[in-house]
């Protein structure tokens, strides 16, 4: 559990300015004092948005309930000795940077379910290519809350599931296509890259539950260490994709269909239902070309 609160004490506006070149260039806006800055067993607070205590005090405690959970998850990696936890104002989803072992939070929307993915980044350090990475952190998470089918990258249904519905719509990347794909994209606005992305991650997550339930942890452990399908899992790549596929269409072979499974659907939405049935894009935003597996150029984990 997080231990008490430590006294309020500001800090210099240059720790500031280093937050929000991650979000707007800085010096376009003044960044606001930290209120406050916290220190728990695992983790330096620093408060942007002026949370109450209350509120605080549920940072605290989910962010070690959580580490403790993830260090369970994932015994082999050693955490940094303390780690970054920024609370910056307004929404969003809270995202890692892996070089400063720090972990971003927007004090509007705290959501908490995201913690088990980002730690995951934290303690591995984001050191692997990202289908090895996000399908890690995508499948901590699903191992960690099992019943809570509501964070990205799977919302609404497992990843197995939502592997299942692009077998049904032929629009599976694969996996040597997934495995090879680098700096994936993030646009809450909807794009073709981000919707590939989006579908990387989950396949990600997909195959990471594979390996693990049939080839055993040891067997992942030693694919995240050589990086390489055929040497780590002893089977040729063509043939290791026909047996996860197989296994996550027996699992879910009636998904729910992507609009149905995510609920409400805005603009970025209709771009990954539409990479999941294997369309184009047409929407009042933009008009896209066939969508890609490519991934466009990011400075953000998320």
């Known amino acids: 559990m997080a231990r008490a609160l430590s006294a309020r004490r500001p800090l210099a506006w240059g720790v500031g300015c280093a937050v929000v070149s991650l979000l707007v260039a800085c010096g376009e806006e003044p960044m606001p004092v930290p209120s406050a800055t916290y220190e728990t067993e695992h983790f330096l607070i620093i408060d942007f948005a002026q949370l109450d205590d209350p509120a605080i005090q549920v940072v605290q405690a989910r962010l070690e309930m ?52 980002q730690l995951t980044h934290l303690f591995t350090r984001y050191v692997r290519r990202a289908f090895l990475e996000e399908g890690l952190a995508v499948y901590v998470t699903e191992l960690l ?28 990347i694969p996996l040597l296509t997934a495995f090879g794909a680098t700096n994936l994209g993030y646009n809450v ?66 998904p729910l269909a992507c609009e149905e499974a995510l609920g409400t659907v805005g603009v970025r939405e209709e771009f990954w239902c539409a990479r999941a049935r294997g369309e184009s894009v047409a929407t009042r935003v933009t008009r896209s070309s066939p969508l890609q597996d490519a991934a466009p150029r990011v400075r953000m984990r998320e």
């Open 66 to 117: 959580e580490f403790e959970r993830v260090s369970q998850a994932l015994p082999t990696f050693t955490p940094p000795a303390q780690l970054l936890a920024r609370i910056v104002p307004g929404n969003g989803t809270p995202f890692v940077t892996p070089a400063e072992s720090s972990l971003t939070l927007w004090g509007d929307s705290l959501t908490l379910d995201y913690l088990p993915h």
């Open 189 to 254: 606005n909807g794009s073709t890259f981000d919707a590939s992305s989006w579908q990387i991650f989950v396949e990600g997550g997909s195959f990471t539950r594979w390996v693990v339930e049939t080839h055993g942890w040891d067997a992942w452990w030693e694919l995240f260490e050589v990086d390489d399908l055929a040497a780590a899992l002893g089977t040729d790549p063509a043939e290791l994709q026909s047996l996860w596929l197989a296994e996550a269409r027996g699992r879910y072979p009636t």
């Open 145 to 172: 809350l099992p019943d809570l089918p509501t964070v990205h990258p799977y919302r609404g249904q497992t990843p197995h599931a939502w592997v299942s519905l692009f077998e049904d719509h032929g629009s599976t």
